[in-house]
């Protein structure tokens, strides 16, 4: 089921994280940026067995997992801060005729076969169409949040950041290439975090669910 997108506004006076999040969104603004190794053997072998792709199963679990925190869905809407209830991946496309990609983006379903059908479909409609945003007319929507791939390198660490772009909270996700080590899989993460949105343990919460769900993949199918 496709969820329908909410903004929900924060009680400034009442939330948790209000002086974390004026301290570093306006006195000292700071993110950071980690690298992980996820075990992805069980998952390779479950897509594998089941004749999926990686990537529309890896960004459905980032998905899936970020959105389970509100501090990953932060962002300001007309001014007003507040949380979506769901997140909508922002990919890259790659384009092997000139070496260039195009944004594409899929709306979340809590069920990974239909996203993962919309994600064909939408590959299909618009993967080439060249150009920043490959959905000619469109833009993406304001619960769009970037997670992408770069499957040609196995890196140790990715870091972006950039928040020329004020008021911007949602965290940004990069895998690398599946390394082989000794009888595993591993797959490269690197999470970019807003530090006025989210915390070390959001992010360990984060990484420890998505470890799971990874591990059980076939239950999703």
Known sequence: MRPERTFTPIDFAAWPR????????????TGYSLTVDLDATALHQTLKAANCRLFPAYLWLVTRNLQRQEEFCLAEQDGVLGHYNCLTPLYAAFHEDDKTFSLLWTAYDDE????QAAYLQDKARHGAHHGILGKAGETPPPNAYTVSCVP?????HFAVHSYEKQPYFLPSVEAGKLR??????????SLTVHHAAADGWQVHQFLTDLQEDMDRFDTFL
């Open 18 to 29: 209000r002086e974390t999040f004026y301290y570093f969104s306006k006195m000292a603004p």
């Open 112 to 115: 990974f076969p239909a996203f």
């Open 152 to 156: 040609w390198v196995s890196f140790r």
């Open 180 to 189: 082989p080590e000794g009888a595993k899989l591993l797959l490269p993460l």
